[in-house]
C-alpha cells in the first residue's frame, strides 16, 4: 500500500455525501475505490492485523465491514474499528459536517439496500444495524421529524420484514413474542432485524404510527401473506405489544381500513386479515381502545353481511358440472370468513367492561333484520330469503358470543324492553336453529347464578338438592319485569313447543329456560302461571289442534314431566311433589315415550294415539290445585287455561291473509258462478222446529252460565290474560270492519290508473277521461 495513505496529513477527507459511500462496495481486495477503502479503514485507527484479518476471511467479510464502518461514519461520525486515541482536528470537521440531515436519506438508501438484497448474512447484519443506528439516533437528533416520513419507512420497514420473514414457526397469541437472546442478536438476522423493528415501533409517537404501520399491509399485499397468514399473524403481536398501549387503537383502524379496501379480494385473503384483527383486538380489548368499539362491530357486520350476500349470490347462480365444484368452494371459503367474523366479534365483546357490552347487545339486535318491522339498520334488499335467514343466524350467534359471561345485577338490565321484543319477535321462530339460538341468548342474560351447566339435558332427576342450586331473593325489580314481560316469555315457549320442525336440542333448552325463570325469576305468582303454561302444553299434546307428529306430541309430554318434576322438588310442596311422583311412575310402566329418556332416544316405539290412554298418565289440574292450595298458594288461577298473548306482528300478518283472501275472493267469485244460478240454502219449517224457537227456559239456562263464567274468569283471571283476550276480540272485529270497507267502498276513479291485486299480482288499470263520471260541482 502506497506511503501517501498510511500518513496521517495525506489522509483522505471524506465529503459529507459522496455518492460511492452510498454504493455496497466491491470485495477489499486489488488495486481500484476498494483499496481506497481498506487505506480508509486502516487510516482511521484500524490496526494492521484488523486489515489483514478481514483479507483473511474473505471478501464478504471485508465487504460487510465496509458497510459498516460507512454508515457509522455517515451517522455517527465513528468508525467502528476506531481505537481509543483522541480525534483528530479534521475528524470533528468531518464529523460535524456528515451529521446534516441530508445525510439520512442516502445513507438509509445505503442500509436498506444491502439489508433487502439477496446478500451473504455479514452484509444483511451490516445493514440492518445501520437501520438501527438510524433508529436510535432520531431519540434526540434533528433527525427525528425526518425519519418518519413516508419516503423513508417505505425502505425501512419492508427491509426489517424481508429479513424477519425468515423464522417459519409463530408464536402463539397467549402472549408477547419472546425476546431474543444476544448471541442470536449478533449472527441471526431475522431474530437481528425483528428486535429492530420493536425498537422502531416502540420510538413511534401518536403522530407518526400510521406511516410505521402501513408499510405492512404493503409488503404483505405484495407478497401474498395473508393466506397463510402466519408471518401476518406473527407482525401484528409484535406491533401491538410494541406499541405504547395508548395507539393500540390506531393499528386497529389501520387494519379495518384495510379490510374494507380489500373487501373484493378472495375469500381467504379477508379472512386472513380478520383473523390478525382478532388477534390484534385480542391484545388490545383490555387496554385503550379508544373511540373504535362501534366501529369495529359496524365494520365486521358491515362484512358479515357482504360475506352472506356472496354467498346467496353464489348459491343462486351455481349450476351443473364444474359450476357446482366452485360455488361449494366458494361456499365453505365465505364460511371461514363468517366464522372468522363472528369469533372475533364474540372475543372483542367479551373482553369490554359490562356498560359498554350491554350497547353492544343492543347495537348488534338493532341489525338483526325483522319481518314486519323497519328498525334494523342493515341493507337486506339484495339477501332474498336465504340470505336473510343467513344474516340472521350469523347476527344472532355473534350476540350469543357477546352476552356470554355477562352478569347483570337485575334482569331489566340484561333484557330492557327495546332488546327483548325484537328478541322475542315471531320472524325469528321460523327455522329451529333461529329459535335455538334465542334461547340460548335468553340462557346467557338470565343465568346469573352459573346454574346452566347443572340443568344441561332434559331428564327426569331424582333429587334436585344434589345439584346444589344457587339463589337468591327475588328483588323488586325483576318481579316489575315478570309482571311487564312474564307473559311475553311464557308465549314465546308455549309457541316454540308446537314447531314442527323441533329437534331433541329445541326441547333440552325449552326445559332449560322453563328452569332458569324458575329459579332466577319465580315468586309465587310466577310459580302458578308456569304450572298453568305447563298444563296447557299438556293438553295442546292430546287435543293435537296444529295437527304435530306423533314424536313432537309425545316430546311436548316428556318435556312437562320433566319441568313438573323440577318445579315441585323447588317450591318443596310434599302433595304436588306426590302427585308428579305417581304419575311419572305410572308413565314408566305403561307409557314409556311420555318420559325424556325415552322419546330421545334413537329407536323408541310410539303410540298411534293419546286418546285412549288412562287420565293417571296426565298431570291433573285439580289435583295440583289441591296439593298447591294446602300450602297457602293462590290457586284460583289454576282453573283458567292459559291462553297466549296476541302480539301486533301476529295481526300485521292476520290482516294481510285476510286482505289476500278476500281479493282472491272478489277476482274468483264474479267469473266463477253464473249469475242466472243461485243456489238458495233454504230450511225446512215445521211446528217442532217453531216450538223449540218458542220455548227458552233452556237458553235462559245458558245465559246464565255463561254469564257466571265470565264472571270468575274477570275475578281470578290474571289482568294480561284479560287484556290480551279483549284485546283479540277488538282486533277480530277491526279486521271484520277492514274487510266490509275493503269490500264496500272503493276509490274514485283516476286517469293515471287504481291498483288492483289479483290473484296475489298488483295491477293498474287506467280510465279514460271522457268515461269518468265527475259530480256536478266539479263540471263548469
Known amino acids: 500500500m502506497p506511503k501517501a495513505l498510511r500518513s496521517p496529513s495525506a489522509r483522505p477527507q471524506v465529503p459529507p455525501c459522496r455518492p460511492s459511500h452510498l454504493r455496497v462496495p466491491p470485495p477489499c481486495g486489488g488495486a481500484g475505490p476498494g483499496r481506497r477503502r481498506r487505506a480508509d479503514v486502516r487510516a482511521w485507527g484500524a490496526p494492521a492485523s484488523s486489515s489483514a484479518g478481514l483479507r483473511r476471511r474473505g471478501p464478504a467479510a471485508a465487504r460487510s465491514a465496509c458497510v459498516v464502518s460507512e454508515v457509522r461514519v455517515v451517522f455517527f461520525g465513528l468508525s467502528p474499528l476506531a481505537s481509543s486515541r483522541p480525534p483528530r482536528p479534521g475528524r470533528l470537521a468531518r464529523r460535524d459536517a456528515v451529521s446534516a440531515p441530508g445525510a439520512a436519506p442516502l445513507s438509509l438508501g445505503a442500509a436498506t439496500s444491502a439489508a433487502r438484497g439477496h446478500h451473504a448474512y455479514p452484509i444483511r447484519i451490516a445493514g440492518i444495524r445501520g437501520i438501527q443506528g438510524v433508529v436510535r439516533k432520531t431519540v434526540n437528533d434533528e433527525l427525528r421529524a425526518t425519519i418518519w416520513e413516508p419516503q423513508h419507512m417505505d425502505k425501512i420497514v419492508p427491509s426489517l420484514l424481508f429479513n424477519m420473514q425468515?423464522?417459519?414457526?409463530?408464536?402463539?397469541?397467549?402472549?408477547p413474542p419472546p425476546s431474543p437472546s444476544a448471541a442470536d442478536k449478533e449472527e441471526n438476522p431475522a431474530v437481528l432485524a425483528e428486535n429492530c423493528f420493536r425498537e422502531l415501533l416502540g420510538r413511534a409517537s401518536f403522530g407518526n404510527m400510521n406511516n410505521a404501520v402501513r408499510p405492512v399491509f404493503a409488503h404483505l399485499d405484495h407478497h401474498k401473506l395473508w393466506d397463510p397468514n402466519e408471518f401476518a399473524v406473527h407482525c401484528f403481536k409484535i406491533i401491538m405489544y410494541?406499541?405504547?398501549?395508548?395507539?393500540?387503537?390506531?393499528?386497529?383502524q389501520e387494519i379495518l381500513g384495510h379490510l374494507d379496501a380489500c373487501k373484493k379480494d378472495s375469500p381467504r385473503v379477508r379472512a386472513g386479515i380478520i383473523q390478525v384483527l382478532l388477534e390484534a383486538v385480542a391484545i388490545a380489548a383490555k387496554g385503550s381502545i379508544g373511540p373504535t368499539v362501534l366501529e369495529v362491530f359496524n365494520t365486521l357486520l358491515k362484512h358479515l353481511r357482504f360475506s352472506v350476500e356472496l354467498e346467496a349470490n353464489d348459491l343462486q347462480g351455481g349450476s351443473t358440472g364444474n359450476a357446482n365444484l366452485n360455488t361449494s368452494s366458494k361456499d365453505s371459503d365465505e364460511k371461514i370468513v363468517q366464522n372468522a367474523i363472528i369469533q372475533t366479534i364474540g372475543f372483542f365483546g367479551s373482553n369490554l367492561p359490562d356498560y359498554q357490552r350491554s350497547e353492544i347487545m343492543m347495537f348488534i339486535m338493532g341489525k338483526v333484520p325483522v319481518f314486519g318491522t323497519s328498525t334494523h339498520t342493515l341493507d337486506i334488499s339484495q339477501l332474498g330469503d336465504l340470505g336473510t335467514r343467513r344474516i340472521q343466524i350469523m347476527l344472532l350467534r355473534s350476540l350469543l358470543m357477546v352476552t356470554s359471561g355477562y352478569k347483570a345485577k337485575t334482569i331489566v338490565t340484561a333484557l330492557p324492553g327495546s332488546f327483548l321484543d325484537p328478541l322475542l319477535s315471531p320472524s325469528l321462530m321460523e327455522d329451529y336453529e333461529l329459535r335455538q339460538l334465542v334461547l340460548e341468548v335468553m340462557h346467557n342474560l338470565m343465568d346469573r347464578h352459573d346454574n346452566r351447566a347443572k340443568l344441561r339435558g332434559i331428564r327426569i332427576i331424582p333429587d334436585v338438592a344434589d345439584l346444589k342450586i344457587k339463589r337468591e331473593k327475588i328483588c323488586r325489580q325483576d318481579t316489575s319485569f315478570m309482571k311487564k314481560n312474564g307473559q311475553q316469555l311464557y308465549r314465546h315457549i308455549y309457541l316454540g313447543c308446537k314447531e314442527e320442525d323441533n329437534v331433541h336440542k329445541n326441547y333440552e333448552l325449552l326445559y332449560t329456560s322453563l328452569a332458569l325463570i324458575t329459579i332466577e325469576l319465580a315468586n309465587e305468582e310466577?310459580?302458578?302461571?308456569?304450572?298453568?303454561?305447563?298444563?296447557?302444553?299438556?293438553?295442546?299434546?292430546i287435543i293435537n289442534e296444529d295437527n304435530l307428529p306423533m314424536f313432537h306430541r309425545c316430546g311436548i309430554m316428556a318435556l312437562v314431566a320433566a319441568y313438573l318434576n323440577f318445579v315441585s322438588q323447588m317450591i318443596a310442596v310434599p302433595a304436588f311433589c306426590q302427585h308428579v311422583s305417581k304419575v311419572i311412575e305410572i308413565r314408566t310402566m305403561e307409557a314409556p315415550y311420555f318420559l325424556p329418556e325415552h322419546i330421545f332416544r334413537d329407536k323408541c316405539m310410539l303410540p298411534k294415539s293419546l286418546e285412549k290412554h288412562d287420565k293417571n298418565l296426565y298431570f291433573l289440574t285439580n289435583k295440583i290445585a289441591e296439593s298447591l292450595g294446602g300450602s297457602g298458594y293462590s290457586v284460583e288461577r289454576l282453573s283458567v287455561p292459559y291462553v297466549p298473548q296476541v302480539t301486533d306482528e301476529d295481526r300485521l300478518s292476520r290482516r294481510k291473509s285476510i286482505v289476500d283472501t278476500v281479493s282472491i275472493q272478489v277476482d274468483i267469485l264474479p267469473n266463477s258462478i253464473p249469475s242466472d244460478d243461485v243456489v238458495s240454502n233454504t230450511e225446512e219449517i215445521t211446528f217442532e222446529a217453531l216450538k223449540k224457537a218458542i220455548d227458552t227456559s233452556g237458553m235462559e239456562e245458558q245465559e246464565k252460565e255463561k254469564r257466571r263464567l265470565v264472571i270468575e274468569k274477570f275475578q281470578k283471571a290474571p289482568f294480561e290474560e284479560i287484556a290480551a283476550q279483549c284485546e283479540s276480540k277488538a282486533n277480530l272485529l277491526h279486521d271484520r270492519?277492514?274487510?266490509?270497507?275493503?269490500?264496500?267502498?272503493?276509490?274514485?276513479?283516476?286517469?293515471?290508473?287504481?291498483?288492483?291485486i289479483t290473484s296475489g299480482h298488483a295491477q293498474y288499470q287506467s280510465v279514460p277521461v271522457y268515461e269518468m263520471k265527475f259530480p256536478d260541482l266539479c263540471v263548469y
Not at 242 to 252: G, L, R, T
Open 737 to 756: 270492519l277492514a274487510q266490509i270497507l275493503e269490500l264496500t267502498i272503493r276509490p274514485p276513479p283516476s286517469p293515471s290508473g287504481t291498483l288492483t
Open 242 to 252: 410494541s406499541i405504547q398501549a395508548q395507539y393500540s387503537h390506531h393499528v386497529i
Open 166 to 175: 425468515k423464522i417459519e414457526e409463530a408464536d402463539s397469541r397467549i402472549g
Open 526 to 541: 310466577v310459580v302458578i302461571d308456569l304450572i298453568r303454561l305447563a298444563i296447557a302444553l299438556q293438553d295442546s299434546a
